[in-house]
């Protein structure tokens, strides 16, 4: 079992999760919880026919080109959530970040399945689960581990899963923005790692790079708060957090 | 014409959702990891580039995207 690969895969899955779990109460308190959870289940059964379908399919592939590969797509992944992190932590603060998510409730059936609910709820899971799908498979084949990223995704939709059903106020206190941003930096981290291992560089303290990497990605989103809150700001105001709209 | 639409909406669908709202940063990254393995194949060590660069590119993109927001949208 490789514990970093459990570890960095169940903190991505759990941002997904989050948003999962969202959108399924959202269906469920607003709709049908019936629609809601068999929706959920249909999401989930794709997300799991996914993982297996392309880790089978990783896994007669030599180690150094699904590196290059998943090193760049992880790399440009990670990046997208870091950028996301640091504009919406400056123009939101690092307060929770939590979303409600709207759900039309206008035409809900009185009697009988309520096939709106279902598809939103399908719908949301399987784009969510398709964010997933893709950090199990890339971590887990770039590091030849795809056993301990399962676990870590698994792990990650069991637990938070369970505490969304048990209570969703423990879900909504996460802090997902500086969750984003630290996920971030860690799958940058990685993707620069194996990017680079793909095209046969060697790190400087072997996988001990990993861990400079994701200081040095994290400090830098930090760093990079302060400038964004500058440059977010009316010239002649610099003292002031943007507004959420600005960032949009 | 069903099935066009149909491929360029799955097309655009995969490039928003690996590349997103930046292409430049993808553009970027693809450059530097060759930019790397020409460094690697001259003898030069290169693990120091493709950091160097994906921070380099994040600010670029972060001041683009904050420019951006500022600019006032013109009325309709």
């Known amino acids: 079992m490789n514990a970093t690969v459990a570890v960095t895969t169940f903190l991505a899955a ?41 880790g089978t399919a990783l896994r007669d592939v030599p180690l150094q080109p699904i590196r290059l590969v998943v ?29 409600e998510e709207h759900v039309d409730e206008s035409d809900v059936p009185p009697d009988g399945f309520d096939w709106t609910g279902f598809v939103l709820s399908f719908k949301g899971v399987t784009l969510e689960g398709l964010e997933i799908a893709i950090i199990v498979v890339a971590v887990g084949g770039a590091s030849g581990a795809i056993g301990s990223a399962i676990i870590g995704a698994a792990a990650a939709v069991i637990v938070l899963a369970a505490v969304g059903a048990a209570t969703y106020r423990l879900i909504a206190r996460i802090p997902r923005r500086a969750l984003q941003l630290f996920v971030g930096s860690l799958l940058s981290a990685f993707g620069t790692f194996w990017a680079a ?12 790079a990993l861990l400079y990497l994701v200081a040095l990605y994290a400090c830098t ?26 960032v949009r | ?48 580039f493709l950091p160097t660069a994906v921070i380099g590119i994040t600010v670029v993109s972060l001041r683009r995207a904050t420019k951006e927001a500022r600019r006032p949208t013109p009325p309709r």
């Open chain 1, 197 to 208: 291992l793909g095209v046969g560089v060697r790190w400087p303290g072997g996988d001990l």
């Open chain 1, 221 to 246: 989103g930090v760093v990079l708060l302060h400038f964004v809150r500058r440059w977010q700001a009316p010239p002649g105001r610099h003292d002031r957090t943007a507004t959420s709209e600005e």
């Open chain 1, 14 to 54: 759990g941002i997904e999760v989050i948003e999962m779990v969202a959108i399924v109460v959202a269906v469920g308190s607003t709709r049908s919880w019936r629609a809601a959870l068999v929706g959920a289940a249909g999401g989930l059964v794709v997300l799991t026919a996914l993982i297996t379908v392309l």
């Open chain 1, 71 to 99: 090193g760049a797509l992880l790399l440009v992944f990670g990046l997208q959530w870091l950028r996301k992190g640091v504009l919406r932590i400056a123009a939101q603060g690092w307060a929770i970040g939590q979303g």
């Open chain 2, 1 to 48: 014409m069903i099935v066009v639409r149909w491929i360029r909406a799955f097309t655009r669908f995969w490039i928003d959702f690996i590349v997103g709202d930046d292409w430049t940063v993808a553009a970027t990254v693809l450059g530097a990891i060759l930019v790397t393995w020409g460094l690697v194949r001259s003898g030069i060590p290169a693990w120091w």
